[in-house]
């Protein structure tokens, strides 16, 4: 069955500071109609602008995600996003009337409570999801940060952290399903390293923090002047480092509690994806950088599929029409037969299958040693399936011929080899008038488009 798309039922509000301006903020969260998507508005600014949560729309990951379209920012996305994308939720609409949402205790936890509260509803739409059928990686190479998708049943994320610190180790994390998010990964708080907040506090970049909303571990000696700085930045009277080297007022939830945030930001990162995923990922030390490069490169591949609008069928299930059906229909035989099954027949569309093999009999000559499918025969393999499209018409097919009577806009993308499975889509232009068809034809494999073209065809009865 196909799952529906989600929202909220009512809109509600939440309020904090943000970690870096330390301004308050105000955040509203509404619901949104079907394909709508998430995206940020600031209400603060002229004319509400918005900004669809896209992997096209990051501009640098310092310290956080942050969006910008038309001169217009969004800091630190990822934790609220990471929020709706836990609770199965596709249509949000985000109002702050400042350029980050408040930072709570740095984690999902106060976001994926506002949500629940109100409630969330079931649209009349179904869900996009991409499901993973080859490995996709992306690698930075300066870094050494990894992240790799694989086919999976369902979205599932594992994360390897490793900084090379004494104090935080080596740690790894796993989210079997999307459904433990709340429990297993959403009161995961952020952290920083000593050394990370001192740069910040010299150049003035975080001002909403405290020892509530960030674990910090203690990577190097706390020195008094340190000291006096996290007491004032933090409005603390007394500061003092933990023996599992975080500094105190703060208890960890996890032993692996980075690991687990590392696995929260990878989630809220790449719901800029803008697409429900259906694979397992594997980040290995996963960063606001390498996840959206990812995130990028993977909108661009589901952008691509979409474009060559690439079918999915089930070659497990029994055809349609075997091989003896298809010879009572048509009156090919090979070696000029070109379709193994039919798929789907209606009146206006048909799919068909052929497995290539290198016993065909046109790689012989065509080419010695590097065998390749005559494009004129990966067209008349899809006119084959038009001709059964149009054979279905009539009651006695066996007593009718198919006639080419036109090819248009014909174009070969990839090449066709032994070992391919080709599916190819006739789907009709016009309705069938006087036994004359005209289609567009698709033939694909390996996920790919590798040839179409516009045909026009003609049955006969035989003399």
Same mark, same amino acid.
């Not at 499209?389 to 009718?400: C, H, I, M, R």
């Given at each position: 069955?196909?799952?529906?798309?989600?929202?909220?039922?009512?809109?509600?509000?939440?309020?904090?500071?943000?970690?870096?301006?330390?301004?308050?903020?105000?955040?509203?969260?509404?619901?949104?109609?079907?394909?709508?998507?998430?995206?940020?508005?600031?209400?603060?600014?002229?004319?509400?602008?918005?900004?669809?949560?896209?992997?096209?729309?990051?501009?640098?990951?310092?310290?956080?995600?942050?969006?910008?379209?038309?001169?217009?920012?969004?800091?630190?996305?990822?934790?609220?996003?990471?929020?709706?994308?836990?609770?199965?939720?596709?249509?949000?609409?985000?109002?702050?009337?400042?350029?980050?949402?408040?930072?709570?205790?740095?984690?999902?936890?106060?976001?994926?409570?506002?949500?629940?509260?109100?409630?969330?509803?079931?649209?009349?739409?179904?869900?996009?999801?991409?499901?993973?059928?080859?490995?996709?990686?992306?690698?930075?190479?300066?870094?050494?940060?990894?992240?790799?998708?694989?086919?999976?049943?369902?979205?599932?994320?594992?994360?390897?952290?490793?900084?090379?610190?004494?104090?935080?180790?080596?740690?790894?994390?796993?989210?079997?399903?999307?459904?433990?998010?709340?429990?297993?990964?959403?009161?995961?708080?952020?952290?920083?390293?000593?050394?990370?907040?001192?740069?910040?506090?010299?150049?003035? $970049?975080? &001002?909403?923090?405290?020892?509530? #909303?960030?674990? /910090?571990?203690?990577?190097?000696? =706390?020195? %008094?002047? !340190?000291?006096?700085? $996290?007491? &004032?930045?933090?409005?603390?009277? #007394?500061?003092? /480092?933990?023996?599992?080297?975080? =500094?105190? %007022?703060? !208890?960890?939830?996890?032993?692996?509690?980075?690991?687990?945030?590392?696995?929260?930001? /990878?989630?809220?990162?790449?719901? =800029?994806?803008?697409?429900?995923?259906?694979?397992?990922?594997?980040?290995?030390?996963?960063?606001?950088?390498?996840?959206?490069?990812?995130?990028?490169?993977?909108?661009?591949?589901?952008?691509?599929?979409?474009?060559?609008?690439?079918?999915?069928?089930?070659?497990?299930?029994?055809?349609?029409?075997?091989?003896?059906?298809?010879?009572?229909?048509?009156?090919?035989?090979?070696?000029?037969?070109?379709?193994?099954?039919?798929?789907?027949?209606?009146?206006?569309?048909?799919?068909?299958?052929?497995?290539?093999?290198?016993?065909?009999?046109?790689?012989?000559?065509?080419?010695?040693?590097?065998?390749?499918?005559?494009?004129?025969?990966?067209?008349?393999?899809?006119?084959?399936?038009?001709?059964?499209?149009?054979?279905?018409?009539?009651?006695?097919?066996?007593?009718?011929?198919?006639?080419?009577?036109?090819?248009?806009?014909?174009?070969?993308?990839?090449?066709?080899?032994?070992?391919?499975?080709?599916?190819?889509?006739?789907?009709?232009?016009?309705?069938?008038?006087?036994?004359?068809?005209?289609?567009?034809?698709?033939?694909?494999?390996?996920?790919?488009?590798?040839?179409?073209?516009?045909?026009?065809?003609?049955?006969?009865?035989?003399?």
């Amino acid at each position: 069955m196909s799952k529906k798309q989600k929202t909220i039922q009512k809109e509600i509000c939440l309020s904090g500071v943000g970690l870096h301006t330390g301004n308050t903020v105000k955040m509203t969260i509404k619901p949104a109609p079907v394909n709508h998507g998430f995206a940020f508005s600031r209400v603060d600014l002229e004319g509400s602008p918005t900004i669809e949560a896209r992997a096209e729309y990051v501009t640098n990951t310092q310290r956080g995600t942050n969006l910008e379209k038309n001169g217009v920012q969004i800091q630190t996305s990822e934790h609220v996003l990471a929020a709706a994308v836990g609770l199965d939720i596709d249509n949000l609409l985000i109002e702050i009337d400042a350029s980050e949402p408040p930072i709570m205790d740095g984690s999902s936890k106060f976001f994926v409570a506002a949500l629940e509260e109100v409630g969330i509803i079931e649209q009349d739409a179904d869900i996009e999801e991409y499901v993973v059928k080859e490995i996709i990686s992306f690698k930075d190479e300066a870094t050494g940060s990894e992240i790799i998708l694989m086919p999976s049943e369902q979205y599932q994320i594992t994360t390897m952290v490793d900084f090379g610190t004494k104090v935080l180790g080596t740690q790894n994390a796993t989210l079997e399903k999307m459904s433990n998010f709340k429990a297993e990964i959403a009161d995961a708080r952020t952290f920083s390293f000593l050394h990370e907040i001192e740069m910040l506090l010299e150049n003035d $970049l975080i &001002k909403g923090g405290d020892l509530n #909303n960030a674990i /910090v571990y203690v990577d190097k000696e =706390l020195s %008094n002047s !340190t000291m006096q700085k $996290l007491k &004032k930045a933090f409005n603390k009277d #007394n500061i003092a /480092v933990k023996s599992n080297g975080i =500094l105190d %007022n703060l !208890t960890l939830h996890w032993a692996n509690e980075a690991a687990r945030h590392k696995l929260l930001d /990878v989630i809220g990162d790449l719901a =800029l994806v803008g697409t429900r995923i259906r694979g397992k990922i594997i980040a290995n030390k996963p960063g606001h950088g390498v996840n959206t490069n990812f995130a990028k490169k993977l909108a661009k591949i589901i952008k691509a599929e979409k474009r060559n609008n690439v079918p999915s069928y089930d070659l497990n299930l029994p055809p349609l029409l075997d091989i003896h059906q298809i010879m009572e229909i048509l009156p090919h035989r090979p070696p000029f037969l070109l379709i193994d099954r039919i798929i789907e027949l209606s009146e206006t569309h048909v799919v068909g299958m052929k497995n290539v093999t290198m016993n065909e009999n046109f790689f012989v000559g065509h080419f010695p040693g590097s065998p390749v499918m005559p494009g004129v025969l990966q067209v008349e393999a899809m006119a084959q399936c038009g001709g059964v499209l149009v054979l279905n018409t009539v009651s006695d097919p066996e007593n009718y011929l198919t006639y080419f009577m036109k090819m248009d806009n014909v174009k070969f993308k990839q090449k066709v080899l032994p070992g391919d499975t080709v599916i190819f889509k006739c789907e009709l232009i016009s309705p069938i008038r006087r036994g004359i068809c005209h289609m567009q034809a698709y033939a694909y494999a390996n996920g790919k488009l590798v040839a179409e073209a516009e045909l026009m065809a003609q049955i006969a009865r035989k003399k």
